[in-house]
């Protein structure tokens, strides 16, 4: 029974979870998102995972766009698993709905909490912090698998409070669409040595290396992977991020992240 997970990963939170469930589940392919949206073929998959960063309380505009073309079976089983850095937000929701729409089910959605990677509001957590999460990241990726081995459905791990909903509906409601621009926010200081590796892992090609300083597009995810990996930490966004600790998975590497693209 072939199986696939789909990923989008910025800092390699949602990259590791894939490959832990992945070896968990078993006989399973691991494919970028970035590549399935090149894809207009009926994937041959009947047990589908989503895995990807919660943002402003709901999807990546990446993820909602692959979520309205992925062209899978229509018996498939479907879950999704977010990665979050503290609050779910409504992604499984608005996935479901999505889906939903296109005749597909998403039979269960499940949230693993990681180091959060939104530098313009805070930076690294404590090394040993993120150590702990990992361990239960651990636990946690065997608990999926065993609920997805065993076709469970209904599980909608999102908190259903009010406050929730209300941040969703300020931030993604009212924020997504100012995203795609954001990249006029980023900037580069005096210890930029050109190198391009920005411009290499914007999972989205949003990032022209000109002669001299890289250059911001107008079709930024905000997923962070330029100024969290950028080897220098010469990139920063607005004046919130000088001096702030850099993230990025530990176990990940640039090259992992840039495979999104290859
Ligand atoms: C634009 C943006 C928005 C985010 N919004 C949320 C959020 O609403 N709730 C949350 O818990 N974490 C939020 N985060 C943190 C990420 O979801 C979290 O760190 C995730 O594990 C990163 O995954 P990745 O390493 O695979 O890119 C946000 C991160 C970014 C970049
Ligand atoms: S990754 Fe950093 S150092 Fe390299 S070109 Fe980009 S901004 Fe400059
Ligand atoms: S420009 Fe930076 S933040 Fe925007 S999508 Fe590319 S890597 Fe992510």
Redesign the pocket.
Known sequence: MPRAIY???????????ARHLAQKIGDTTIIAVTKALKDTREQPFDTVGI????????L?QIIEKFLKNINLRPNAYIFSV????????R?HTLAKNILQKRGLKLAAGFS??????????YEAIPEEKQQGMFREETKKIEAIAEAVLAGKRGIMEEKPLIINYL??RI??KGGMSL?PSSGKHFWVNQACSKCGLCAKICPVENIQMGKDNPKWLDHC?????CL?WCPTESIQYKKKTPGRKR???PQ?SAQDILQQRE
Do not use: D, E, K, R
């Open positions: 990923y989008f990963s910025a800092t390699g939170n949602s990259l590791s979870v895995v990807y960063p919660v943002y402003m309380f709901g990546p977010v990665t979050l850095g503290g609050l779910p937000g992604a693993v909490l990681m180091p959060g990677n939104y530098a313009p509001l941040l969703y931030l993604y995203v995810q905000q997923c962070m992977a969290q993230y990025h998975h990940i």
